[in-house]
C-alpha cells in the first residue's frame, strides 16, 4: 500500500525559505499514471492546492504562488520536494503531499505536517 | 479569476438527506472538470470520497454519491449519520495542469 510521509522543519522565519520533503513508500515515484502534489491548509481554514510535479520533472503551479513556489522530484530516493520562498505569517499551515491521478485527483494523502513562520 | 464555490455550512437531520454543491463563480461545472470529493474531520488528512464526478473511491459506503445538478457539481448524502459531521471539500481540474478547491462546506447533523 502507498504511503507519503512529509518531512521539514516545524519553524521558519519571516523572509526565509520553506522546504518540505515527502517519501513516498510501497510504490515507485516513477510511475506515469501520477503526479505528485502539495496542498496547505492554514489554521482554520480551507485546502489550497499548491503544485505538483510529474516524475519527468514537469511542473504545475497555483499562479497566486507561482513567483515564489519550486516543486520537484528526485526518482533516485523515490522523494519529491516543496520549496517556499519569502515565507510571511500568511505561509503558516499544515502542509500535505499527496499523490494526484491522471484524472486530476488525489487518491492517497500524506499525514500532513505543521509549518509555523515566526521569528 | 473564477473562484470555487461552495456552501459554508449545511445542517442536516440523522437518517436524511443532503447534497452539497460545487459552483463557479464564472460558468458552469461540467464532467470536464473532473470534479473530486473530500471529508475531513478535525485534526486529519482529507479522505477520498468521489473522483471523476461520480465514481466512488475505495471503502466509501455507498450513501455517498456524485453528480452533476444544473450548473454544479453535486455530493449527496443518503441517511446520514453522527459521523458525517466535517467538513467537505470539492476539487475542480482547471485545465492547464491546474487544480482549485472550493472553500469548504461545514456539516452539521442534528
Known amino acids: 500500500q502507498l504511503q507519503l510521509q512529509e518531512s521539514g522543519p516545524g519553524l521558519v522565519k519571516p523572509s526565509e525559505t520553506l522546504s518540505l520533503t515527502c517519501t513516498v513508500s510501497g510504490g515507485s515515484i516513477s510511475s506515469g499514471s501520477f503526479y505528485w502534489g502539495w496542498i496547505r491548509q492554514p489554521p482554520g481554514k480551507g485546502l489550497e492546492w499548491i503544485g505538483s510535479v510529474y516524475y519527468s520533472g514537469t511542473t504545475y503551479y497555483t499562479p497566486s504562488l507561482k513567483s515564489r513556489v519550486a516543486v520537484s522530484v528526485d526518482t533516485s530516493k523515490n522523494q519529491f520536494a516543496l520549496k517556499l520562498s519569502s515565507v510571511t505569517a500568511a505561509d503558516t499551515a499544515i502542509y500535505y503531499c499527496a499523490r494526484v491521478d491522471s484524472y486530476y485527483y488525489v487518491d492517497v494523502w500524506g499525514k500532513g505536517t505543521t509549518v509555523t513562520v515566526s521569528s | 479569476q473564477t473562484v470555487v464555490t461552495q456552501e459554508p455550512s449545511f445542517s442536516v437531520s440523522p437518517g436524511g438527506t443532503v447534497t452539497l454543491t460545487c459552483g463557479l463563480t464564472?460558468?458552469?461545472?461540467?464532467?470536464?472538470?473532473?470534479p473530486s470529493w473530500y471529508q475531513q474531520t478535525p485534526g486529519q488528512a482529507p479522505r477520498t470520497l468521489i473522483y471523476s464526478t461520480s465514481t466512488r473511491s475505495s471503502g466509501v459506503p455507498g450513501r455517498f454519491s456524485g453528480s452533476i445538478l444544473g450548473n454544479k457539481a453535486a455530493l449527496t448524502i443518503t441517511g446520514a449519520q453522527a459521523d458525517d459531521e466535517c467538513d467537505y471539500y470539492c476539487l475542480l481540474y482547471m485545465g492547464g495542469g491546474n487544480v482549485l478547491f472550493g472553500g469548504g462546506t461545514k456539516l452539521t447533523v442534528l
Open positions: 464564472s460558468g458552469s461545472v461540467s464532467s470536464s472538470y473532473y
